[in-house]
């Protein structure tokens, strides 16, 4: 009965790439959310989809392309990954203003 | 945009006593402000939150207080234990429905010394 799902949980591959993260919740949210934290903790958003629609986006480089073929899904794909983009990704959905719910988070390593 | 400052980065405390993590927010339209705990390897989890029209909220030992025109925002958790031990994060929102754009904090590093 997980709320906010996300794979995979880990992800290391090498600097030049492509690789992609997938998010689900069966909370019957319309919006969500991607976010980015670094090695220093910091939580920034990057992106927001609202009924499939992007609502959000933050400065993110354009290798960086989220896809939400539904309300219940936001995928993050990553074009040509710099080791920069090392971090910990999490996704997160929201209904109506309220409560954010997190996702368990990806763990990406670029080499 | 919004920019949210919080202080302190760490704080240690002894168990039993009480923790205080201070936030300011730069954006007067922000009208909700969540706090979130997060243990190691783990996920941002919500422990409390308030809005805008509200100057204070009580959950068992954790309570947060809003002053709107000072543009600041406090966590009190009292009598600590052990498993308050984690980072918080305060946020602001701009609360506009289907359009919610959280700003963190940097995060605070609480310890809680048996």
């Known amino acids: 009965d997980t709320a906010v799902s996300q794979t995979p949980k880990y992800l290391v591959t090498q600097m030049g790439n492509d690789k992609s993260i997938k998010c689900e919740q069966n909370?019957?949210?319309?919006?969500m959310y991607w976010y980015k934290q670094d090695s220093k903790k910091f939580l920034k958003i990057m992106f927001s989809?609202?009924?499939?629609?992007?609502?959000i986006n933050e400065t993110v480089p354009n290798r960086f392309s989220p896809k939400s073929p539904d309300k219940a899904h936001l995928n993050l794909h990553i074009n040509s990954l710099e080791l920069g983009d090392s971090a910990v990704y999490f996704c997160?959905?929201?209904?109506?203003?309220?409560?954010?719910?997190f996702g368990p988070g990806t763990r990406l390593t670029v080499l | 945009g919004e920019n949210v400052e919080q202080h302190p980065s760490t704080l240690s405390v002894q168990e039993g006593d009480s923790a205080v993590i201070k936030c300011t927010y730069s954006?007067?339209?922000?009208?909700?402000f969540p706090w979130y705990k997060q243990e190691l390897g783990k996920r941002p989890q919500l422990i409390i939150d308030?809005?805008?029209?509200?100057g204070e909220k009580k959950d068992q030992r954790i309570a947060v207080t809003l002053n709107k025109t000072a543009k600041h925002f406090s966590l009190h958790i009292t009598e600590t234990q052990p498993e308050d031990s984690a980072v918080y994060f305060c946020?602001?929102?701009?609360?506009?429905?289907?359009?919610?754009?959280?700003?963190f904090g940097t995060g605070t590093r609480l310890t809680i010394i048996p």
């Open positions: 997160a959905s929201s209904h109506g203003g309220n409560e954010q719910f």
């Open positions: 909370l019957g949210h319309d919006t």
């Open positions: 989809y609202n009924n499939k629609e992007l609502i």
């Open positions: 954006d007067s339209a922000s009208n909700y």
């Open positions: 308030i809005r805008s029209n509200v």
């Open positions: 946020a602001a929102v701009l609360s506009n429905f289907g359009n919610e754009k959280l700003t």
